[in-house]
């Protein structure tokens, strides 16, 4: 899938899961579960709660998607803060 046709949204990671698996809190209010993307894991990026992250959801179920990167700044928008 081209990163370009993704659809991104920026969100909190609300619950850490097993397997690299994530539930993330978007800003309007849903929650998702999403999983670290490949070039994330090869890099051991690490993941804490109520981490700021970007999240490409799967065009086929809104419900599911990818943590394709980690903000800096802070906690995002629907997070704990």
């Known amino acids: ?17 097993p397997n690299a698996g994530f539930t993330v809190a978007l800003a309007d ?7 670290l993307s490949g070039t994330l894991r090869t890099r051991h990026t ?4 109520g981490d700021a992250v970007i999240v490409a959801l799967s065009p086929w179920d809104p419900t599911r998607g990818n943590v394709i990167g980690r903000e800096r700044g802070g906690v995002a928008p629907g997070g704990d803060e």
Not at 1 to 17: C, F, I, P
């Open 1 to 17: 899938m081209d990163r370009e046709k993704q659809h991104t949204v920026r969100g909190a990671v609300a619950e850490s899961l």
């Open 29 to 35: 209010g849903r929650t998702i579960r999403a999983t």
């Open 46 to 49: 690490r993941i804490a709660l």
